[in-house]
């Protein structure tokens, strides 16, 4: 009997002795805390921060803990277990987090782990393991959060590829200009002055104007006198040589029959007078060696007479000036305005299907913007590539084309010929799209990297990007303006969901499930069971699938008891 009473007191001496038994017993009283609860996928990984609070006189100063999360899966199997982490008492030696037994303390955890698509449903169990001396204890497994949101991953692939657009002009405006000089005091046009090159020129363009029927809007006539002859004179000799180099002009076009000159303010004819400025400048371009002294002088004279009088000295004194540079201000200058107006859109229309080869290169793409079939559009795209080899635009827009029917093998084809004739911007653009669709994300960065300034389409491929790679902030901004899913999805994981629902319904996504689908789950974020509950209602009766997804969607949590919602996806 007094052996046995021996050994029973033995027991519980050493069972005093193991602090182990105290923190299995009050495991309970330790709290852990997941943020965020669901954890969240972001780029392709995911995130867990844990926070562990020790309550006073629980942590034995000899006792090392050793904790491991572990994301269990619906049937209750290991999905993913992270790094373990150890705490440690007061005097135990090596690594951990210090714990004070008489003050308790709190623990910090972080690890981040890819993400695989197991994780999107099931618990995070804590599983936590003492040590005192040689002895182990099993402390308990704690359930501490959910897994996993995994809204990115909602994110559509639906870049924006640029076509080459067309440079068309219906109306090209034909000007010409044309100078008819004078001798002193006349305002008499010369033969000789009607065969000099310009002149020439000008009727060679009347003459091809009415043959290509052009359309005549205008003729302009400006004409001056030499500052060397009375003011009063110069000033009717002015308006005298800008009606008769009209007169010439009207010759040439009632020869060709341009019926349009006989409009009555079809010529504007305006006496400029005395060209001082023209004078001027003639000096000063001149090799006259006191030029600007004689510039001077002539500025001190603000009487016109007494100005002129100055300049008939100098004519007289300076041969160059009398022979070279007085005679090239008495002139008239002409300019004649004309259009050239291309083919309607019915005739373009037209020669597109039965005769592209009378058509240029902007009417032939031109062409396709007149038609919505797409059959119609890549016959107009190919056939431009056929006849126009060197333009970029013709394989880039045939591979535009197939990308719409999704046949990006054949896109990238297309769109790596367009760039062998001209690496530009729209073409890195596409050339991005295709590698990002190909899973070379860094490539594509680079191709849109050299694609700035083709256009808005260009940002929003980046944001797409951005929303796989966790960046919310920059894919908004690259989003821009844009009203469409992507853009609302952007702002909702950016934190605003107020601004991603009104963008959702300003898009012309705004009726399609996944939109529907996109609204619920800024209710959810809001706690708006009302939002929740319409919205996926709507979406459910567009797209059924979807209520296997919400049931399982880590977004619905917190609305997993409500009635109303298990008995919407159930």
């Known amino acids: 009997m007094k052996k046995l009473s021996l050994f029973i007191f033995s027991v519980v001496l050493l069972s005093a002795c193991n ?9 309970e009283s330790v709290k852990y805390e997941v943020i965020p609860n669901p954890i969240e996928l972001h780029s392709d990984s995911v995130e867990i921060n844990m926070t562990g609070k020790f309550p006073p006189e629980y942590f034995h100063k000899l006792v090392s803990v050793v904790a491991t999360p572990t994301l269990v899966g619906e049937s209750g199997e290991a999905v993913k277990t992270f790094k373990s982490v150890k705490f440690i008492g007061a005097e135990v030696e090596g690594d951990g987090q210090k714990v004070d037994f008489t003050k308790g303390g709190t623990v910090k955890y972080n690890d981040k782990v890819a993400y695989t698509d197991k994780m999107e449903m099931g618990k995070i169990v804590l599983k936590v393991e003492a040590a005192f001396k040689k002895k182990k204890k099993e402390l ?55 065969r000099e090159d310009d002149m020439k020129a000008l009727g060679d363009f009347i003459k091809e104007g009415a043959e290509k029927e052009w359309v005549f809007k205008g003729v302009s006539s400006s004409a001056y006198a030499s500052p060397d002859g009375e003011l009063t004179i110069n000033e009717n000799l002015a308006d005298n040589r800008a009606k008769s180099a009209s007169k010439a002009v009207a010759k040439m076009l009632k020869k060709s029959k341009i019926e349009a000159a006989k409009a009555e303010d079809f010529f504007k004819n305006e006496g400029k007078g005395e060209d001082w400025d023209g004078f001027k400048k003639a000096m000063q371009a001149s090799d006259i060696k006191d030029k600007d002294l004689i510039i001077r002088i002539l ?9 002129e009088e100055e300049i008939k000295n100098l004519a007289e004194t300076y041969l160059v000036v009398k022979d070279d540079i007085l005679p090239t201000l008495r002139r008239s200058q002409l300019m004649i305005n004309a259009e050239e107006v291309g083919y309607s859109d019915e005739e373009i229309k037209q020669l597109a299907s039965s005769n592209p080869a009378e058509l240029n290169e902007e009417e032939m793409l031109y062409a396709a913007t007149l038609t919505d079939k797409e059959d119609e559009k890549m016959k107009i795209y190919s056939t431009f590539k056929s006849q126009f080899p060197k333009d970029w635009r013709g394989p880039n827009n045939v591979g535009f084309m197939y990308m719409l029917q999704n046949k990006i093998s054949d896109a990238k084809t297309e769109f790596e010929a367009a760039m062998k004739l001209d690496n530009n911007s729209i073409v890195n653009n596409n050339m991005g799209i295709i590698a990002k669709l190909s899973g070379d994300i860094s490539k594509a960065k680079e191709h849109y990297s050299k694609a700035a300034g083709a256009g808005p389409e260009v940002g929003y491929n980046l944001a797409i990007i951005n929303i796989i790679e966790g960046d919310y902030d920059k894919a908004v901004d690259n989003c821009g303006s844009m009203n469409n899913f992507n853009a609302a999805l952007a702002q909702l994981l950016n934190g605003d969901t107020e601004k991603a629902v009104s963008t959702i319904e300003a898009s012309e996504d705004k009726e399609e499930a996944m939109s529907y689908y996109l609204k619920a789950i800024a209710g959810a974020r809001t706690e708006n069971k009302e939002m929740v509950i319409n919205n996926l209602k709507s979406a459910i009766s567009k797209d059924n699938d979807l209520k296997a997804k919400a049931k399982r969607d880590a977004e619905f949590l917190k609305m997993s008891s409500d009635a109303d919602f298990t008995g919407l996806v159930n």
Request: charged letters at 25%; glycine letters at 6%.
């Open 140 to 194: 308990g497994s704690v359930e501490i959060g959910n897994g996993t949101v995994i809204t990115p991953k909602l994110v559509k692939a639906d870049e924006k590829a640029i076509l080459g657009k067309d440079k068309f002009n219906r109306i090209t405006p034909k000007p010409i200009n044309g100078q008819i000089n004078y001798l002193i005091n006349s305002s008499n046009v010369s033969a000789s002055e009607l």
């Open 19 to 27: 602090p182990l038994n105290k923190m299995a017993k009050y495991a």
């Open 299 to 307: 500025e001190m004279y603000p009487d016109v007479v007494k100005r």
